[in-house]
């Protein structure tokens, strides 16, 4: 019986696997979300599929925004499960005496970063066997280039008015970056919703890019200085919070999609607001994530969040044995899901997304 685990899928991804179950040899792209703490749910899932995706041959695509490109980058590493035990154990270690200022959050995300990437790392990662890493940061225009926190709130400001107007006028503030590994283009590479260019990967920018992806605006400073890619950058979820992208425009192949939600919120300024991502963009995607029952059987009765740094501000102690124990509980979702794959079970499983 399958308790834990929700797994949803687009129109074509569905009618895959309820004539054939879920053949990992179909997925072409890999996602990961922004979401802060919230990853602590699925590093069960991801370890489970790091192990099956193993002893693949044919290339498959990791996109992601944040935290969901820390994940990505965890998979391509040598040992990817020892990488995503490190970025765990030490996401989950922040600890801050006083209220953390943006140099401070900018600092302990770096720490992190060094903690599980290893710069030796870097070029086996860039040309992996067959893991093509790429994710998404936001180069900022006017006034989100600006450091000064009453000109970045204007910025906010205006770019939240206008994606109420429509989602395409966040253009005007931000700009795609696509970072990618060197090799053949991803498949999503021409989506153009928004301004887009695409950069390259190197040993020398990569890490740098990645913090872009993750970096916070308010909350992190913005980054200035990756190497070959002149702008200031922000963080890719601003735009594609849950990747609301064309990932397969045309080919028949999977996204699987380990997420902590069961729904996909297109853009930051979208969460608090009723729209809906395009269902084209959805049609190959497989969606896994963690249940109502299992949410609701957490040590605080939810999945874990960034705001959960000021609700237990002092609490280190508290807030990291809880946090601990949240993820410590997701390996039944790795379970559940590889069962439901290797028993066939996944076909009676799977609902519409």
Request: charged share 25%.
């Amino acid at each position: 019986m399958f308790e834990n685990i929700s797994v949803l899928a687009g129109s074509s991804a569905l009618r895959m696997i309820r004539e054939e179950g879920l053949n990992l040899n179909r997925v072409k792209v890999l996602a990961g979300a922004s979401g802060a703490a919230k990853f602590l749910v699925l590093t069960g899932i991801d370890r489970v599929l790091m192990s099956l995706f193993k002893d693949r041959k044919d290339p498959l695509f990791l996109i992601g925004t944040s935290i969901g490109a820390f994940r990505m980058a965890a998979y391509c590493q040598k040992d990817p499960i020892a990488a995503l035990n490190n970025l765990e154990r030490e996401y989950i270690a922040q600890h801050y005496d006083t209220k953390p200022s943006r140099q401070e959050i900018t600092k302990e995300s770096w720490r992190i970063l060094n903690a599980y990437i290893e710069d030796s790392e870097i070029e086996p990662m860039l040309h992996h066997p067959f893991m093509r890493m790429t994710f998404l940061a936001n180069q900022c225009r006017g006034l989100m280039k600006s450091e000064n926190l009453f000109f970045q709130s204007l910025g906010i400001a205006a770019a939240g008015l206008g994606n109420l107007i429509h989602r395409s006028t966040l253009g005007c503030f931000f700009e795609r970056a696509l970072f990618c590994a060197p090799g053949s283009p991803p498949p999503f590479a021409g989506m153009n919703q928004f301004p887009l260019k695409r950069h390259d990967l190197n040993a020398s920018n990569f890490k740098t890019a990645l913090l872009a992806s993750g970096s916070i605006p308010f909350a992190m400073e913005g980054v200035s200085n990756i190497s070959g890619v002149p702008g200031i950058f922000r963080d890719g979820g601003i735009l594609d919070y849950h990747l609301d992208i064309p990932f397969l425009p045309e080919e028949d192949g999977l996204v699987l999609y380990p997420h902590f939600y069961d729904y996909i919120i297109p853009g930051w300024f979208d969460k608090n607001l009723r729209r809906k991502p395009d269902p084209e963009n959805l049609k190959n995607v497989v969606l896994l994530s963690p249940s109502k029952k299992f949410v609701d059987a957490l040590p605080m009765g939810r999945i874990p969040d960034r705001k959960d740094f000021k609700i237990f501000f002092k609490k280190d102690a508290e807030r990291i044995k809880l946090w601990k124990a949240s993820a410590e509980k997701n390996a039944v979702l790795g379970e559940e899901f590889l069962e439901a794959m290797e028993s066939g079970r996944i076909r009676d499983r799977v609902k519409p997304l």
